[in-house]
């Protein structure tokens, strides 16, 4: 009896250890990731912004490829179409905000109505494919 309380109080203390590993192996990690990242941020501003801006466009793009990759395979044209439309609204969308930082609003306006018609035209011009459910 004495044997089998022993035994789960050692169970006890080896979970407790277990989770306190892990714990400091997560704060070790998060610390070896935040600090060079705040190191950068406080020193090179600019740099550290234009990393983040790349990190999240490989992120965004990693997750719309992902999600689209099923279609490529079923519907090659679809997925072009699909692709292209949506880098055609980032572009034009960054595009004009870039004109408006740089303090020309007309082109920004341009930019933005030029974007908009091509857009129309991929998406409502061009004939669609058809997949059963939408019949």
């Known amino acids: 009896m004495i044997r089998a309380i022993l035994k789960g109080y050692v169970k006890l203390i080896r979970s ?3 989770y306190t590993v892990i714990a400091l192996a997560c704060l070790i990690c998060a610390a070896a990731i935040v600090w060079p990242l705040w190191l950068l941020a406080s020193t090179r501003p600019g ?16 997750l719309i490829i992902t999600r689209l990759r099923p279609l490529a395979a079923a519907r090659p044209r679809q ?27 007309l ?14 035209y991929l998406a409502f011009a061009l004939p669609q494919v058809r997949t059963d459910h939408q019949r």
Do not use: N
């Not at 292209?84 to 609003?105: D, P």
């Open 79 to 105: 997925y072009f179409l699909s692709v292209l439309r949506k880098l055609l609204v980032i572009g034009g969308i960054c595009g004009s905000v870039t004109l408006v930082l740089h303090y020309q609003r």
């Open 107 to 120: 082109a920004a306006l341009l930019v933005l109505c030029v974007t908009a018609i091509i857009y129309g």
């Open 47 to 62: 740099l550290y912004t234009i990393l983040c801006g790349i990190l999240c466009l490989v992120i965004l793009l990693t």
């Open 16 to 18: 407790l250890l277990r």
